[in-house]
């Protein structure tokens, strides 16, 4: 199945009035946001970092942090009234602007 943000946005706002009741406020999905992203770097730091697993690391899924990453992400966006649509197309145009040749240039990159 492929969505797309928009559509992902309508989702997570039907299944908060529907099943979730109402969002958490806005510094509360800020915070489970920053857990969240704690969570894929615990995953990160072990997988690909120097850090071992734990017995409580077994059956860890990147996938599924990820995901709880971008719930949050589109929570905190309906919440604010962000299209993340417009918001990340507007963001790759100045990316590409300001990078058009900054990265092709970069000796570190070579």
């Known amino acids: ?10 989702q ?25 992203v704690g969570e894929v770097a ?3 730091a072990r997988k690909y970092g120097e850090q071992s697993f734990k017995k409580s690391d077994e059956g860890a899924d ?4 990820m995901a709880d990453v971008l719930w949050v992400l589109i929570c905190l966006a309906n919440q604010t009234g962000i299209n993340l649509t417009e918001a990340f197309e507007r ?5 590409t602007k ?5 990265h092709q240039t970069n000796t570190k990159l070579k």
């Open 1 to 10: 199945m492929s969505i797309t943000i928009e559509e992902a946005q309508q």
């Open 12 to 36: 997570v706002d039907t299944w908060i009035k529907t099943i979730g009741v109402r969002y958490f406020n806005e510094l509360t999905n800020t915070a489970i946001l920053m857990e969240e």
């Open 42 to 44: 615990r995953i990160m």
């Open 62 to 65: 990147l996938g599924d942090e």
């Open 91 to 95: 963001n790759m145009a100045k990316k």
């Open 98 to 102: 300001r990078d058009s040749d900054r």
